[in-house]
């Protein structure tokens, strides 16, 4: 009786072991940025302190899209860079919209932490693009 449940239970505890080793590594991997924003946000938990902290992630996050953006212009054919640039431009004015819908929402709700929740938002629109941008100059550079 008790092996069979052992045998039950095993691949359930492989893979919350594969599970946990995988999220120690992440752990290990992870970014600068959000190294430091994390750590920013531990040595000033205030709301202000919080909305600083996305802010100056933020601000790092399109330092890094930048110069990504600037690496791919001499790693793409002309007709890629063109489909790019448009594409740049694109995202710009979709996350622009974007930061616009999160003022308008922010707007209507009461507390404090929605401030945060917006400055959060507003530094992942950017994050993710940087990603994005940064993933598809390592497959170019491959």
């Known amino acids: ?57 933020t601000a790092q996050w399109d330092t890094r899209m930048n110069s990504a953006y600037g690496k791919l212009k001499s790693a793409m054919d002309p007709d890629e860079w063109k489909q790019l640039v448009v594409s740049q431009k694109a995202w710009l004015a979709y996350r622009d919209a974007q930061i616009s819908s999160i003022g308008a929402r922010r707007s209507r709700m009461d507390g404090t932490m929605w401030s945060v929740d917006a400055a959060e938002q507003v530094m992942d629109l950017t994050k993710n693009r940087t990603q994005f941008l940064e993933r598809t100059l390592q497959l170019i550079n491959e």
């Open 1 to 57: 009786m008790m092996i069979s449940i052992f045998r039950k239970f095993l691949p359930c505890l492989l893979i919350g072991s594969v599970l946990f080793s995988a999220s120690a590594q992440d752990q290990d991997m992870q970014d600068p940025i959000d190294a430091a924003w994390e750590k920013a946000i531990d040595a000033d938990p205030s709301t202000a302190g919080m909305v600083e902290a996305c802010a100056s992630a």
